[in-house]
Protein backbone atom coordinates (compact mmCIF):
# COMPACT_ATOMS: atom_id res chain seq x y z
CA UNK A 1 0.00 0.00 0.00
CA UNK A 2 1.74 3.21 -1.20
CA UNK A 3 2.36 6.07 1.05
CA UNK A 4 -0.13 8.48 1.43
CA UNK A 5 1.44 11.82 1.48
CA UNK A 6 2.95 10.86 -2.57
CA UNK A 7 1.03 13.31 -4.82
CA UNK A 8 -0.58 11.69 -7.55
CA UNK A 9 0.12 12.42 -11.18
CA UNK A 10 -1.89 15.29 -13.00
CA UNK A 11 -4.43 15.63 -15.91
CA UNK A 12 -2.96 17.25 -19.19
CA UNK A 13 -4.25 20.90 -18.98
CA UNK A 14 -6.59 21.36 -21.96
CA UNK A 15 -5.68 25.32 -23.31
CA UNK A 16 -8.84 25.80 -24.84
CA UNK A 17 -10.48 25.99 -21.53
CA UNK A 18 -8.42 28.40 -19.94
CA UNK A 19 -9.87 31.65 -19.68
CA UNK A 20 -8.25 34.33 -22.59
CA UNK A 21 -4.94 36.19 -21.62
CA UNK A 22 -5.59 39.87 -21.64
CA UNK A 23 -4.81 41.49 -24.82
CA UNK A 24 -1.56 44.35 -23.94
CA UNK A 25 -2.27 47.45 -25.47
CA UNK A 26 -0.24 50.12 -27.18
CA UNK A 27 1.78 52.39 -24.86
CA UNK A 28 -0.52 55.58 -24.16
CA UNK A 29 2.86 57.51 -24.15
CA UNK A 30 3.46 56.81 -27.42
CA UNK A 31 -0.36 58.23 -28.49
CA UNK A 32 0.86 61.64 -26.81
CA UNK A 33 3.81 61.79 -28.62
CA UNK A 34 1.92 61.09 -32.20
CA UNK A 35 -0.79 63.28 -31.32
CA UNK A 36 1.95 66.32 -30.05
CA UNK A 37 3.36 65.77 -33.60
CA UNK A 38 0.60 65.75 -35.37
CA UNK A 39 -0.52 69.10 -33.12
CA UNK A 40 3.38 70.85 -33.90
CA UNK A 41 3.05 70.09 -37.35
CA UNK A 42 -0.34 71.34 -38.32
CA UNK A 43 0.94 74.58 -36.05
CA UNK A 44 4.03 75.08 -38.47
CA UNK A 45 1.78 74.66 -41.59
CA UNK A 46 -0.86 77.83 -40.61
CA UNK A 47 1.90 79.62 -39.23
CA UNK A 48 3.68 79.67 -42.76
CA UNK A 49 0.15 80.25 -44.04
CA UNK A 50 -0.32 83.14 -42.25
CA UNK A 51 2.84 84.73 -42.41
CA UNK A 52 2.68 84.72 -46.41
CA UNK A 53 -0.73 85.93 -46.76
CA UNK A 54 0.29 88.61 -44.06
CA UNK A 55 2.59 91.29 -44.70
CA UNK A 56 5.28 91.97 -42.25
CA UNK A 57 5.27 95.58 -41.20
CA UNK A 58 6.14 97.61 -43.90
CA UNK A 59 6.10 101.53 -44.84
CA UNK A 60 5.26 101.89 -48.38
CA UNK A 61 5.23 104.83 -50.39
CA UNK A 62 2.94 105.27 -53.76
CA UNK A 63 3.07 107.13 -55.99
CA UNK A 64 0.02 108.72 -57.68
CA UNK A 65 -0.69 111.01 -60.61
CA UNK A 66 -4.31 113.55 -61.26
CA UNK A 67 -5.75 112.43 -57.39
CA UNK A 68 -4.80 114.56 -54.17
CA UNK A 69 -4.15 113.17 -51.56
CA UNK A 70 -7.51 113.53 -49.57
CA UNK A 71 -9.33 111.60 -52.33
CA UNK A 72 -7.38 108.09 -51.47
CA UNK A 73 -6.78 108.61 -47.74
CA UNK A 74 -9.85 107.21 -46.31
CA UNK A 75 -9.20 104.22 -48.15
CA UNK A 76 -5.48 104.31 -47.16
CA UNK A 77 -6.84 104.82 -43.68
CA UNK A 78 -9.07 101.47 -43.69
CA UNK A 79 -6.26 99.58 -44.78
CA UNK A 80 -3.94 100.38 -42.35
CA UNK A 81 -6.64 100.30 -38.90
CA UNK A 82 -6.87 96.72 -40.40
CA UNK A 83 -3.28 95.83 -40.92
CA UNK A 84 -1.82 97.84 -38.26
CA UNK A 85 1.74 97.09 -38.99
CA UNK A 86 1.52 98.74 -42.54
CA UNK A 87 1.82 102.68 -42.99
CA UNK A 88 1.12 103.83 -46.48
CA UNK A 89 2.43 107.61 -47.68
CA UNK A 90 0.64 108.81 -50.85
CA UNK A 91 2.62 111.30 -53.00
CA UNK A 92 0.85 113.37 -56.00
CA UNK A 93 3.07 113.62 -58.94
CA UNK A 94 3.02 116.06 -61.28
CA UNK A 95 2.51 114.90 -64.81
CA UNK A 96 5.16 116.77 -66.26
CA UNK A 97 8.35 114.40 -66.68
CA UNK A 98 6.74 112.03 -64.64
CA UNK A 99 8.35 109.13 -66.57
CA UNK A 100 11.78 110.10 -66.75
CA UNK A 101 11.85 111.07 -62.85
CA UNK A 102 9.90 107.76 -62.15
CA UNK A 103 12.69 105.98 -64.20
CA UNK A 104 15.64 108.00 -62.60
CA UNK A 105 14.11 107.48 -59.04
CA UNK A 106 13.57 103.40 -59.49
CA UNK A 107 17.53 103.87 -61.22
CA UNK A 108 18.89 105.28 -57.49
CA UNK A 109 16.53 103.04 -55.13
CA UNK A 110 14.99 106.25 -53.91
CA UNK A 111 11.55 105.80 -55.51
CA UNK A 112 8.17 104.27 -54.48
CA UNK A 113 7.02 101.00 -53.46
CA UNK A 114 3.79 101.68 -55.56
CA UNK A 115 3.51 103.62 -58.96
CA UNK A 116 1.31 104.74 -61.57
CA UNK A 117 1.98 103.91 -65.08
CA UNK A 118 0.18 104.11 -68.77
CA UNK A 119 -1.02 101.04 -70.26
CA UNK A 120 1.32 101.71 -73.26
CA UNK A 121 4.27 101.91 -70.95
CA UNK A 122 4.68 98.48 -69.57
CA UNK A 123 7.97 97.73 -71.84
CA UNK A 124 9.93 100.92 -70.74
CA UNK A 125 9.26 99.86 -67.50
CA UNK A 126 9.50 95.71 -67.84
CA UNK A 127 12.53 95.56 -66.01
CA UNK A 128 11.41 97.78 -62.64
CA UNK A 129 7.52 95.94 -62.78
CA UNK A 130 7.02 93.12 -60.25
CA UNK A 131 4.90 90.27 -61.03
CA UNK A 132 1.42 89.86 -59.93
CA UNK A 133 2.30 86.81 -57.39
CA UNK A 134 -0.83 84.09 -57.44
CA UNK A 135 -1.29 84.28 -53.87
CA UNK A 136 -2.54 87.97 -54.89
CA UNK A 137 -4.79 86.96 -57.72
CA UNK A 138 -4.80 83.84 -60.57
CA UNK A 139 -4.30 85.23 -63.79
CA UNK A 140 -7.47 83.00 -64.14
CA UNK A 141 -9.13 85.51 -61.63
CA UNK A 142 -7.89 88.29 -62.95
CA UNK A 143 -8.90 87.96 -66.53
CA UNK A 144 -12.47 87.50 -65.21
CA UNK A 145 -12.13 90.70 -63.08
CA UNK A 146 -10.92 93.24 -65.38
CA UNK A 147 -11.45 93.86 -69.32
CA UNK A 148 -9.71 91.61 -71.80
CA UNK A 149 -7.37 94.96 -72.71
CA UNK A 150 -6.35 94.85 -69.53
CA UNK A 151 -5.20 91.24 -69.82
CA UNK A 152 -3.41 92.06 -72.91
CA UNK A 153 -1.55 94.96 -71.83
CA UNK A 154 -0.80 94.58 -68.57
CA UNK A 155 0.85 91.13 -68.99
CA UNK A 156 4.71 91.38 -69.74
CA UNK A 157 6.94 88.07 -69.76
CA UNK A 158 5.16 85.33 -67.99
CA UNK A 159 2.72 87.63 -65.86
CA UNK A 160 1.04 90.31 -65.00
CA UNK A 161 2.38 93.29 -63.99
CA UNK A 162 0.03 95.67 -63.27
CA UNK A 163 -3.73 95.90 -61.34
CA UNK A 164 -5.85 98.93 -63.31
CA UNK A 165 -7.96 101.07 -60.70
CA UNK A 166 -10.06 102.86 -63.80
CA UNK A 167 -10.86 102.61 -66.86
CA UNK A 168 -11.05 105.17 -70.44
CA UNK A 169 -11.28 105.11 -73.95
CA UNK A 170 -12.09 107.09 -76.95
CA UNK A 171 -16.13 108.24 -77.03
CA UNK A 172 -17.71 110.42 -79.40
CA UNK A 173 -19.08 113.77 -77.86
CA UNK A 174 -21.96 115.11 -79.64
CA UNK A 175 -23.31 119.08 -79.17
CA UNK A 176 -26.61 118.22 -78.46
CA UNK A 177 -27.92 121.79 -79.38
CA UNK A 178 -26.44 121.25 -83.12
CA UNK A 179 -27.77 117.74 -83.48
CA UNK A 180 -31.08 118.47 -82.17
CA UNK A 181 -31.40 121.58 -84.84
CA UNK A 182 -29.99 119.97 -87.59
CA UNK A 183 -32.83 117.36 -86.53
CA UNK A 184 -29.88 114.61 -86.83
CA UNK A 185 -29.07 111.19 -84.82
CA UNK A 186 -25.76 110.35 -83.29
CA UNK A 187 -23.79 108.17 -86.52
CA UNK A 188 -22.89 104.37 -85.68
CA UNK A 189 -20.65 104.07 -88.30
CA UNK A 190 -18.00 105.90 -89.96
CA UNK A 191 -19.30 106.66 -93.14
CA UNK A 192 -22.18 108.15 -91.40
CA UNK A 193 -20.10 110.38 -89.46
CA UNK A 194 -18.41 111.52 -92.19
CA UNK A 195 -21.32 112.16 -94.51
CA UNK A 196 -22.94 114.04 -90.89
CA UNK A 197 -19.72 116.02 -90.88
CA UNK A 198 -20.29 117.62 -94.10
CA UNK A 199 -23.94 118.26 -93.50
CA UNK A 200 -23.26 120.21 -89.71
CA UNK A 201 -20.44 122.43 -91.63
CA UNK A 202 -21.33 126.24 -91.95
CA UNK A 203 -19.17 128.51 -93.73
CA UNK A 204 -19.51 131.97 -94.10
CA UNK A 205 -19.29 133.72 -97.07
CA UNK A 206 -15.20 134.11 -97.64
CA UNK A 207 -15.56 129.94 -97.21
CA UNK A 208 -14.55 130.37 -93.62
CA UNK A 209 -15.37 127.64 -91.32
CA UNK A 210 -17.78 129.24 -88.59
CA UNK A 211 -19.02 125.65 -87.35
CA UNK A 212 -17.20 122.37 -87.77
CA UNK A 213 -18.85 119.25 -88.06
CA UNK A 214 -16.13 117.12 -86.69
CA UNK A 215 -12.18 117.60 -86.26
CA UNK A 216 -10.33 114.66 -87.88
CA UNK A 217 -7.71 115.22 -90.71
CA UNK A 218 -4.96 116.89 -89.05
CA UNK A 219 -2.54 116.68 -86.05
CA UNK A 220 -1.75 120.10 -85.08
CA UNK A 221 -5.25 120.90 -83.90
CA UNK A 222 -6.65 117.73 -83.74
CA UNK A 223 -6.31 116.27 -79.65
CA UNK A 224 -6.10 112.55 -79.49
CA UNK A 225 -5.21 112.12 -83.15
CA UNK A 226 -3.02 109.48 -82.81
CA UNK A 227 -5.87 107.74 -81.00
CA UNK A 228 -8.36 108.15 -83.13
CA UNK A 229 -5.76 106.84 -86.27
CA UNK A 230 -5.37 104.18 -84.43
CA UNK A 231 -8.89 103.07 -83.72
CA UNK A 232 -9.30 103.28 -87.45
CA UNK A 233 -6.50 101.26 -88.09
CA UNK A 234 -7.37 98.46 -85.66
CA UNK A 235 -11.14 98.30 -86.96
CA UNK A 236 -9.86 98.31 -90.49
CA UNK A 237 -7.71 95.08 -89.08
CA UNK A 238 -4.28 96.31 -89.07
CA UNK A 239 -1.38 95.15 -87.36
CA UNK A 240 0.33 98.63 -86.65
CA UNK A 241 3.54 97.20 -85.75
CA UNK A 242 3.70 96.18 -89.62
CA UNK A 243 1.63 98.71 -91.18
CA UNK A 244 1.32 98.10 -94.65
CA UNK A 245 -1.30 96.88 -97.07
CA UNK A 246 -4.73 98.75 -98.72
CA UNK A 247 -6.41 98.32 -94.91
CA UNK A 248 -3.91 100.81 -93.74
CA UNK A 249 -4.09 103.23 -96.49
CA UNK A 250 -7.39 103.40 -96.11
CA UNK A 251 -7.52 104.04 -92.83
CA UNK A 252 -4.78 106.56 -93.20
CA UNK A 253 -6.54 107.99 -96.03
CA UNK A 254 -9.78 108.05 -94.70
CA UNK A 255 -8.63 110.26 -91.92
CA UNK A 256 -6.87 112.98 -94.17
CA UNK A 257 -10.40 113.06 -95.97
CA UNK A 258 -11.86 115.38 -93.55
CA UNK A 259 -9.56 118.22 -94.10
CA UNK A 260 -8.01 117.66 -97.67
CA UNK A 261 -11.13 116.45 -99.41
CA UNK A 262 -14.48 117.26 -97.39
CA UNK A 263 -13.29 120.30 -95.89
CA UNK A 264 -15.07 120.37 -92.47
CA UNK A 265 -11.62 120.75 -90.73
CA UNK A 266 -8.37 122.82 -91.41
CA UNK A 267 -5.31 124.44 -89.80
CA UNK A 268 -6.68 127.78 -89.07
CA UNK A 269 -9.39 126.56 -86.09
CA UNK A 270 -8.40 126.33 -82.75
CA UNK A 271 -7.67 122.95 -80.93
CA UNK A 272 -10.42 120.22 -80.83
CA UNK A 273 -11.25 120.41 -77.52
CA UNK A 274 -11.94 124.25 -77.29
CA UNK A 275 -13.72 124.35 -80.07
CA UNK A 276 -16.52 121.98 -78.76
CA UNK A 277 -16.62 123.50 -75.52
CA UNK A 278 -17.20 126.71 -77.73
CA UNK A 279 -20.05 125.12 -79.23
CA UNK A 280 -18.41 125.51 -82.16
CA UNK A 281 -17.92 121.77 -82.95
CA UNK A 282 -20.88 118.94 -83.77
CA UNK A 283 -18.90 115.88 -82.61
CA UNK A 284 -15.73 115.68 -80.74
CA UNK A 285 -13.32 112.55 -80.46
CA UNK A 286 -11.41 111.92 -76.86
CA UNK A 287 -11.58 109.87 -73.63
CA UNK A 288 -14.18 110.43 -71.02
CA UNK A 289 -12.08 112.95 -68.69
CA UNK A 290 -12.29 115.75 -71.65
CA UNK A 291 -15.17 116.11 -70.44
CA UNK A 292 -14.01 118.28 -67.47
CA UNK A 293 -12.05 120.69 -69.25
CA UNK A 294 -15.53 121.16 -72.05
CA UNK A 295 -17.44 121.39 -68.49
CA UNK A 296 -15.34 123.51 -66.78
CA UNK A 297 -14.74 125.83 -70.03
CA UNK A 298 -18.31 126.40 -70.77
CA UNK A 299 -20.88 125.02 -68.02
CA UNK A 300 -23.98 125.98 -69.96
CA UNK A 301 -22.84 123.50 -72.80
CA UNK A 302 -25.15 120.70 -73.76
CA UNK A 303 -23.53 117.18 -75.09
CA UNK A 304 -23.50 113.62 -74.46
CA UNK A 305 -21.27 110.71 -75.72
CA UNK A 306 -22.20 108.26 -77.88
CA UNK A 307 -20.24 104.81 -78.97
CA UNK A 308 -17.75 105.34 -81.41
CA UNK A 309 -18.63 104.88 -84.68
CA UNK A 310 -18.09 101.26 -86.11
CA UNK A 311 -17.22 99.56 -89.75
CA UNK A 312 -20.03 97.77 -91.02
CA UNK A 313 -20.25 94.09 -89.52
CA UNK A 314 -20.27 90.42 -90.88
CA UNK A 315 -20.93 89.21 -87.77
CA UNK A 316 -23.69 91.01 -85.84
CA UNK A 317 -22.36 89.46 -82.54
CA UNK A 318 -19.00 90.90 -82.37
CA UNK A 319 -18.38 93.19 -80.05
CA UNK A 320 -17.52 96.90 -81.06
CA UNK A 321 -14.20 97.64 -80.81
CA UNK A 322 -12.59 101.15 -79.21
CA UNK A 323 -9.50 102.58 -78.25
CA UNK A 324 -8.52 102.34 -74.51
CA UNK A 325 -5.80 104.54 -72.91
CA UNK A 326 -6.31 104.44 -69.24
CA UNK A 327 -3.44 104.04 -66.06
CA UNK A 328 -2.90 100.79 -64.10
CA UNK A 329 -0.72 100.77 -60.80
CA UNK A 330 2.20 98.62 -60.58
CA UNK A 331 5.12 97.35 -57.89
CA UNK A 332 8.47 98.08 -57.73
CA UNK A 333 10.26 94.47 -58.68
CA UNK A 334 13.26 95.56 -55.98
CA UNK A 335 11.25 96.84 -53.60
CA UNK A 336 11.43 95.43 -50.13
CA UNK A 337 8.20 95.56 -49.40
CA UNK A 338 6.64 93.71 -52.44
CA UNK A 339 4.01 91.47 -50.44
CA UNK A 340 2.38 94.15 -48.48
CA UNK A 341 2.37 96.57 -51.37
CA UNK A 342 0.44 93.87 -53.41
CA UNK A 343 -1.88 93.33 -50.63
CA UNK A 344 -2.52 96.56 -50.34
CA UNK A 345 -3.44 97.31 -54.47
CA UNK A 346 -5.50 93.99 -54.01
CA UNK A 347 -7.86 95.78 -51.35
CA UNK A 348 -8.15 98.97 -53.85
CA UNK A 349 -9.24 97.09 -56.67
CA UNK A 350 -12.08 95.43 -54.26
CA UNK A 351 -15.97 96.55 -55.46
CA UNK A 352 -16.00 97.77 -52.20
CA UNK A 353 -12.93 99.92 -52.19
CA UNK A 354 -13.47 101.15 -56.01
CA UNK A 355 -16.90 102.18 -55.06
CA UNK A 356 -16.01 104.22 -52.47
CA UNK A 357 -13.19 106.00 -54.56
CA UNK A 358 -15.62 106.68 -57.27
CA UNK A 359 -17.58 108.69 -54.22
CA UNK A 360 -14.97 110.60 -53.11
CA UNK A 361 -13.53 111.54 -56.68
CA UNK A 362 -17.52 112.86 -57.27
CA UNK A 363 -17.10 115.22 -54.77
CA UNK A 364 -14.62 117.28 -56.39
CA UNK A 365 -15.81 116.70 -59.99
CA UNK A 366 -19.30 115.41 -61.97
CA UNK A 367 -17.89 112.01 -61.46
CA UNK A 368 -15.09 109.94 -60.71
CA UNK A 369 -12.81 107.21 -62.79
CA UNK A 370 -14.74 104.39 -64.73
CA UNK A 371 -14.89 101.42 -63.15
CA UNK A 372 -11.81 98.69 -64.34
CA UNK A 373 -13.90 95.60 -62.94
CA UNK A 374 -16.31 93.90 -65.49
CA UNK A 375 -18.96 93.42 -62.66
CA UNK A 376 -19.29 97.00 -62.28
CA UNK A 377 -20.43 97.50 -65.78
CA UNK A 378 -24.05 98.03 -64.56
CA UNK A 379 -23.17 100.66 -62.42
CA UNK A 380 -22.13 103.05 -65.47
CA UNK A 381 -23.86 101.91 -68.52
CA UNK A 382 -26.67 104.80 -68.24
CA UNK A 383 -23.89 107.77 -67.07
CA UNK A 384 -24.43 110.64 -69.66
CA UNK A 385 -20.92 110.44 -70.17
CA UNK A 386 -19.41 107.26 -68.88
CA UNK A 387 -22.06 105.03 -69.98
CA UNK A 388 -20.88 105.13 -73.85
CA UNK A 389 -17.30 104.04 -72.50
CA UNK A 390 -18.08 101.13 -70.24
CA UNK A 391 -21.01 99.64 -73.31
CA UNK A 392 -17.90 99.15 -75.57
CA UNK A 393 -14.89 98.17 -72.92
CA UNK A 394 -15.39 94.57 -73.52
CA UNK A 395 -14.40 94.56 -76.95
CA UNK A 396 -11.55 97.64 -76.43
CA UNK A 397 -8.42 97.39 -78.02
CA UNK A 398 -4.61 99.49 -77.40
CA UNK A 399 -1.50 99.98 -79.11
CA UNK A 400 1.42 102.26 -78.43
CA UNK A 401 -0.63 105.65 -79.87
CA UNK A 402 -1.64 107.44 -77.22
CA UNK A 403 -1.36 111.44 -76.95
CA UNK A 404 -1.00 113.37 -73.08
CA UNK A 405 1.04 110.38 -71.35
CA UNK A 406 3.65 112.53 -70.76
CA UNK A 407 6.25 109.72 -71.52
CA UNK A 408 9.10 111.96 -72.79
CA UNK A 409 10.27 113.10 -76.19
CA UNK A 410 12.13 109.21 -76.10
CA UNK A 411 8.92 107.71 -74.70
CA UNK A 412 7.30 104.92 -77.25
CA UNK A 413 4.31 106.92 -77.88
CA UNK A 414 5.74 110.44 -78.87
CA UNK A 415 8.30 108.06 -80.80
CA UNK A 416 5.42 106.68 -82.76
CA UNK A 417 3.06 109.21 -82.98
CA UNK A 418 6.19 111.56 -84.73
CA UNK A 419 6.55 108.64 -87.42
CA UNK A 420 2.13 108.81 -88.37
CA UNK A 421 1.84 112.06 -87.79
CA UNK A 422 4.54 113.01 -90.62
CA UNK A 423 2.74 110.56 -92.50
CA UNK A 424 -0.86 112.04 -91.91
CA UNK A 425 0.74 115.58 -93.01
CA UNK A 426 2.70 115.00 -96.05
CA UNK A 427 -0.87 112.98 -96.98
CA UNK A 428 -2.98 116.23 -95.82
CA UNK A 429 -0.68 118.58 -98.19
CA UNK A 430 -1.09 116.40 -100.65
CA UNK A 431 3.08 115.88 -100.73
CA UNK A 432 2.80 111.70 -101.43
CA UNK A 433 0.49 108.63 -101.70
CA UNK A 434 -0.82 106.61 -98.51
CA UNK A 435 1.99 103.87 -100.03
CA UNK A 436 4.56 105.88 -99.85
CA UNK A 437 3.17 107.39 -96.56
CA UNK A 438 3.76 104.13 -94.87
CA UNK A 439 6.76 103.09 -95.79
CA UNK A 440 8.64 105.48 -93.83
CA UNK A 441 6.12 104.99 -90.84
CA UNK A 442 6.77 101.05 -90.89
CA UNK A 443 10.54 101.75 -90.65
CA UNK A 444 10.21 103.78 -87.86
CA UNK A 445 7.80 101.70 -86.31
CA UNK A 446 10.12 98.70 -86.49
CA UNK A 447 13.11 100.60 -85.00
CA UNK A 448 11.24 101.68 -82.15
CA UNK A 449 9.81 98.15 -81.56
CA UNK A 450 13.37 96.49 -81.71
CA UNK A 451 14.21 99.75 -78.89
CA UNK A 452 12.28 98.21 -76.49
CA UNK A 453 12.26 95.04 -77.31
CA UNK A 454 9.11 94.11 -78.72
CA UNK A 455 10.43 92.59 -82.06
CA UNK A 456 13.87 90.77 -82.58
CA UNK A 457 16.52 92.68 -84.48
Known amino acids: MPPQNIPQPQQPINPSILPPLPKRGFPKIFIWIGLGIVILVLIFVIFRLFSKSTPKSAAIVWWGLWEEENIVSPLISEYESSHPNIKITYIKQSPQDYRERLTNALAKATGPDIFRF ?62 NKAGKTPP ?63 ALSFFTYFASTDG ?28 FEITQANPALKFKTVPVPQLPKDNPNQPD ?18 AAAWDFLKFLSTQD ?16 EPYSRIDMANLLTSHPVLGSIITQAPGAASWYLASRTFDGPT ?14 NAMTDGRTTPEKALETVVEGVKQVLTQYRLIAK
Open 411 to 424: GINSQMANYFGDAI
Open 321 to 338: ITYATYWAEGVWSKSTKK
Open 353 to 368: SLQKLYQSESKVRSFG
Open 118 to 179: HNTWVPMFRADLDLLPPSIMSSAEYSKTFYPVASSDLTSGTGIVGIPLEYDALTLYVNEDIF
Open 188 to 250: TTWDELRNLASQLTVKDDQGTITQSGVALGRTENVDHWSEILALLMIQNGVDLSNPTGKPAED
Open 264 to 291: VWNVTLPPSTQAFASGKLAMYLGPSWRA
